[in-house]
């Protein structure tokens, strides 16, 4: 069935660097896409959402990226912090609010 | 505020055995819902709930119920534990069925022997 995938099930950062987390859609019917952090032994918390109608959203450090044409997304984290090691899902929701769907997950590990 | 809250947080069951995980949340929030999480997986949406007295189904609805008779609560319950159900429980709410901020509880470990 459709789904949301991610292209890297780990991605390893310089510390200050700046990290590129990448996801992939296939429904081309997704209304909003969201990005959640999850970190150890945690639910996972908001970061940020875009719009089907965006390219582009900017916040506190993170900026999301919409190509709708090749149905890609990815999440900016500016200046990446060791706070920011975690695992990072991206989600859609599909014609209705209510069921938010999931991708697998890509694991954020930040070098010293 | 407490924000959501569940119990218990660690659980073991027996093939068979029968048990309810409890979610609460004092935000108002009406869109409530239980979503599970397999080692190295993303979260798969159980049930989901627009608010009290609604409710619908997710993407794994099989071998759970759920009810909503308040804004606050929205139990899951296992009828018959089977060990395809050991996995991470977590209960979500947000302000409104269009509303994406969703805020996640602690989470329940369940392990199914």
């Known amino acids: 069935g459709e789904s949301v995938g991610l292209h890297l099930p780990t991605l390893s950062v310089q510390e200050g660097d700046n990290s590129i987390i990448n996801c992939a859609y296939s429904n081309s019917a997704s209304d909003y896409f969201i990005w959640y952090k999850q970190e150890s032994g945690k639910g996972p918390q908001f970061i940020i959402d875009i719009r089907s109608n965006m390219d582009k959203r900017q916040g506190q450090r993170v900026t999301v990226l919409l190509n709708k044409t090749v149905k890609h997304l990815s999440l900016q984290i500016a200046a990446t912090q060791p706070g920011d090691s975690a695992v990072y899902f991206c989600?859609?929701?599909?014609?209705?609010?209510?069921?938010?769907?999931f991708g697998s997950g890509t694991r954020l590990s930040i070098r010293p | 505020n407490a924000g959501v809250t569940q119990t218990p947080k660690f659980q073991v069951l027996k093939t068979g055995q029968s048990m309810t995980l409890q979610c609460a949340q004092d935000m108002n929030h009406e869109y409530m819902s239980w979503y599970r999480q397999d080692p190295g997986m993303g979260l798969r949406l159980i049930h989901y709930s627009v608010g009290a007295g609604i409710t619908d189904q997710g993407e794994v609805p099989n071998g759970y119920n759920v009810s909503r008779s308040t804004t606050e609560d929205f139990p899951l319950r296992l009828l018959s534990a089977a060990p395809s159900q050991t996995s991470v429980y977590f209960c979500?709410?947000?302000?409104?069925?269009?509303?994406?901020?969703?805020?996640f509880g602690p989470g329940t470990r369940l392990t199914v022997t």
């Open positions: 989600a859609e929701n599909r014609n209705s609010a209510s069921k938010i769907i």
């Open positions: 979500a709410s947000s302000y409104g069925q269009f509303s994406y901020e969703q805020y």
